[in-house]
């Protein structure tokens, strides 16, 4: 992009009023529950989708991973797609695609159509969810966009809670005989809804920047490292590790090593080289995708258990997990309302050590109670790893970009939240392995095995991140600039 660009380049902005204002993010908003019951549903409704459609037990694995892999790669340049091609345009054609990808899966007649579908999922919605948060930035006067922010918190906080809940109500009611199939299938009278409201009060100018460029041999690069990697995480096991799986690990390593190098030498390049010059933002990745990677893994694991192991159904299971997702909204709450603003960073190593104490506190709860595991036994464990949890979820990338400048901040958060959801498929497709390979044949000893196996590794990821948060930024980004 050239600096010597005159501002008349950037395409203007459109006036809204506020209550247009308020309209644009009620739109904004349901896109992004959409994003995230569906992530949280799709996870506690992965065994009844196996048993339906059959498939191997990497079937479970590609439900998931195929979902956060294709949005992750998508977030990628979906942010700078929206500054060439309109926020407007993307957004609209992000929703219609969802929808259109969410009712593809509540028909999908086999495994692989079903992961097709998933894969449609994730890139349309990483298509969507980025413009959703430029429109709401730009339509609201800046003395009144504090206030409009204020209830993403909460209100996300809200659908995690409600997110195990519904799943399991919609399989347990099987609404018309839809089964699983129900939980892509809600997401169509929503998605067209929100499609038509957003035709109607969406600004057709967002502050776009039509000199915007894109590099395709770095973006190009990295969907093929992570492709290259996920693949073999995924399906190694169960072919018994070939030699192809192999090459294809050692490639991703090569490909990322040349996506380095093109971003080194581009004109264009995905990551400024200045945020790959700061501390903090490097360690701050290795931060959010051990969290990540560890969180999502510990949610994969014990549903397995209750639902493979111990026969729970999808509704008891959906309730076992309120104390969690409680957790995560009070944990959420807190460090947004009182704990980040007293103890700073410190608040994200209070949460990492109160998250791990959780998560060995479940590891010893599920080895002592096997058999006879209840709601009521796992609930101080859940409510702990909820807490832990939420307390960093609020503040990590404010002090991650810390010390980053007020141009890098934009395309940092984009990055970070691709390499959450990138973390999120590693946790699927990497301790999703681990943890097959353990129960083996099945069984509930072989299922409480490889719970414990997940669970412990998750702890020790979440300590080791204890100390790297150090290496952060002691002030936030929203507090230092």
Not at 76 to 92: K, P, Q
Not at 119 to 131: D, E, F, K, N, R
Request: a neutral charge; glycine letters at 12%.
């Amino acid at each position: 992009m050239s600096s010597s660009r005159a501002p008349s380049d950037v395409v203007a902005l459109a006036p809204v009023n506020l209550s247009r204002a308020w309209a644009v993010l009620g739109v904004v908003f349901i896109a992004d529950v959409m994003d995230v019951l569906d992530t949280t549903i799709a996870n506690l409704a992965g065994p009844s989708i196996r048993a339906d459609v059959g498939g191997a037990e990497s079937t479970l694995q590609w439900v998931l991973a195929a979902y956060t892999t294709t949005f992750a790669i998508g977030l990628v340049a979906s942010g700078r797609l929206g500054d060439i091609l309109g926020r407007r345009r993307l957004f609209l054609g992000g929703m219609v695609g969802f929808t259109l990808a969410s009712l593809a899966c509540g028909l999908a007649p086999g495994v692989g159509w079903l992961i097709t579908a998933r894969a449609l999922q994730g890139l349309t919605g990483s298509v969507m969810i980025p413009q959703g948060l430029a429109l709401v930035t730009v339509v609201f006067p800046a003395e009144h966009l504090r206030r409009a922010l204020i209830p993403i918190g909460p209100v996300m906080g809200a659908v995690t809670v409600a997110g195990p809940i519904l799943a399991g109500w919609l399989l347990h009611l099987n609404l018309f005989g839809s089964q699983w199939r129900a939980i892509f299938l809600i997401n169509v009278p929503i998605g067209v809804v929100a499609a038509i409201l957003a035709c109607l009060v969406l600004p057709h100018r967002a502050g776009e920047d039509p000199h915007m460029r894109i590099d395709p041999a770095g973006i190009g690069l990295i969907t093929v490292a992570s492709l290259m990697l996920i693949v073999p995480l995924v399906q190694g096991r169960e072919q018994g590790w070939p030699l192809w799986t192999h090459l294809m690990l050692v490639g991703a390593v090569a490909a990322l090593a040349l996506f380095v190098v093109s971003e080194r030498r581009g004109r264009h390049p995905v990551i400024p080289p200045t945020l790959l010059r700061r501390r903090g933002f490097v360690v701050g990745l290795l931060i959010t995708g051990a969290v990540f990677a560890s969180f999502t893994a510990f949610q994969l694991a014990f549903n397995l258990l209750l639902q493979l192991g111990l026969h729970w159904t999808p509704l008891r299971t959906g309730l076992a997990l309120i104390p969690w997702a409680l957790g995560t909204a009070v944990g959420m709450g807190l460090a947004g309302a009182v704990l980040t603003d007293r103890f700073g960073r410190a608040t994200v190593q209070i949460g990492l050590v109160i998250g791990a104490a959780g998560l060995l506190g479940l590891w010893w709860t599920v080895a002592h109670d096997q058999g006879a595991l209840t709601l009521w036994s796992c609930t101080p464990s859940l409510l702990l790893i909820g807490l832990g949890s939420g307390l960093v979820f609020i503040p990590i990338f404010d002090y991650i970009l810390g010390d980053a400048s007020s141009d890098e901040v934009g395309v940092g958060s984009g990055l970070l939240n691709a390499v959450q959801q990138f973390a999120n498929a590693i946790g699927f497709a990497a301790l999703g392995t681990v943890f097959f390979a353990t129960a083996g044949a099945g069984g509930l000893t072989a299922y409480v095995a490889a719970t414990q196996l997940v669970l412990g590794l998750a702890a020790g990821l979440y300590l080791v991140t204890v100390f790297l948060v150090r290496l952060l930024p002691e002030h936030a980004q929203h507090a230092g600039h």
